[in-house]
């Protein structure tokens, strides 16, 4: 009994054998890439989870500084950002923080350069748009009309159709083209829907240039 139990356990590992010999490698490979996918995808998370951690703090420092009006702050803490969280999503709004804050001091060279930066780097496509719609007013106010209109003319979501059209409006009325203004603000009224407030301010702008909407 023995023997025979002997036997068909020396037959069940020499299939074994056979088995591994035919498969083992073809299961091992499979076992690594899927092993190895998963361990890389948590280091991933973590390594996103690490980075938007680290951009957040920077955030934060860039917030404190722009409210203390530390010119010297807000230049280093932006700066560590800029160069260290570059393409995440803090960083781009830390731009259009400085950038406002530039703004209403009037330090439009520093308002300027922040909002490029977030334009040419923001890797989400709605603050590249708010900072290219920002940027053409504070172009707009340097009297840059050409400069303002190409960046106005950059490529952009839908979503911000009729803002872009009503920029347009208004460098065109102040590089004294009213009619091209006109057609810029009625095309920013249609691309705004019905019983939205923006609405009124393009019509007023209408209303200003003549324009009967009635």
């Known amino acids: 009994m023995a023997t025979h139990l002997d036997l068909e356990e020396q037959e069940q ?7 591994w010999n035919k498969w083992g490698t073809l299961i091992t490979t499979v076992l690594v890439i899927v092993l190895g996918g998963f361990a890389a995808w948590n280091g991933y998370q973590y390594w996103q989870n690490r980075q938007a951690s680290q951009a957040s ?15 010297t702050r807000i230049d280093q803490a932006f700066g ?13 709004h830390a731009g259009l923080l400085v950038a406002k804050a530039a703004g209403d001091k009037g330090q439009m060279d520093d308002a300027k ?20 719609v920002r940027l053409a007013a504070v172009l707009l106010n340097s009297q840059a009309y050409d400069e ?10 839908t979503e911000f159709d009729a803002v872009v059209a009503d920029h347009k409006g208004d460098v065109y ?9 006109i057609e810029s603000y009625k095309a920013a009224l249609q691309k705004t829907e019905p019983g939205v407030e ?13 324009e009967d909407l009635k």
């Open 13 to 19: 590992i020499d299939q074994l054998k056979h088995f």
């Open 148 to 157: 303002a209109l190409k960046v106005l003319g950059t490529k952009m979501p």
């Open 113 to 132: 350069a922040a909002l490029t930066w977030v334009a040419d780097n923001a890797s989400d496509e709605g603050l590249k748009a708010t900072a290219r």
């Open 80 to 92: 560590d950002l800029r160069s260290n969280y570059g393409s995440t999503v803090q960083a781009a």
């Open 173 to 181: 009325l102040a590089k004294g083209d009213k009619a091209q203004a």
């Open 57 to 71: 703090a920077l955030s934060s420092a860039v917030e404190s500084a722009v409210n203390s009006g530390d010119k």
């Open 198 to 210: 923006y609405r009124n301010v393009i019509s007023v702008k209408l209303n200003a240039l003549g």
